[in-house]
């Protein structure tokens, strides 16, 4: 059986997937359907953790203050410059993910600011 793909060649002429090709994507998608619907285990998961929520620039002064920290000290520790931690701060720029990542373990667990 041949299925028609979604691409033409250089001369404009139908290209068709082979049937080996469809029949790997067939069984592919069969496996993907039935471990949607539990019935396979042997497949790995990888369940990745909610994103950071994201932090006011009130939030990111306490946090700071709270470890005692210029504003230098502290784009020092997070490895970002100074103007990027005031402009956390005034709520000109927010955070990236990453960045809101590392500040949360920090909120959390500010001994690893000694550890680094």
């Not at 997937?17 to 993907?32: G, P, V």
Request: a positive charge; glycine letters at 4%; one cysteine or more.
């Amino acid at each position: 059986m041949k299925v028609k793909a979604e691409k033409r060649g250089a001369r404009g002429e139908k290209q068709y997937m082979s049937d080996e090709t469809f029949s790997e994507l067939t069984q592919s998608l069969n496996e993907a359907l039935q471990h949607a619907r539990g019935d396979r285990s042997d497949l790995r998961t990888t369940v990745l953790p909610a994103p950071p929520p994201p932090l006011s620039k009130r939030e990111i002064v306490e946090l700071r203050q709270r470890l005692s920290c210029s504003q230098s000290v502290f784009a020092a520790v997070l490895n970002v410059s100074v103007k990027t931690v005031q402009a956390w701060e005034q709520g000109s720029r927010v955070p990236s993910d990453a960045a809101l990542r590392l500040l949360s373990i920090i909120d959390k667990h500010p001994e690893v600011l000694l550890e680094a």
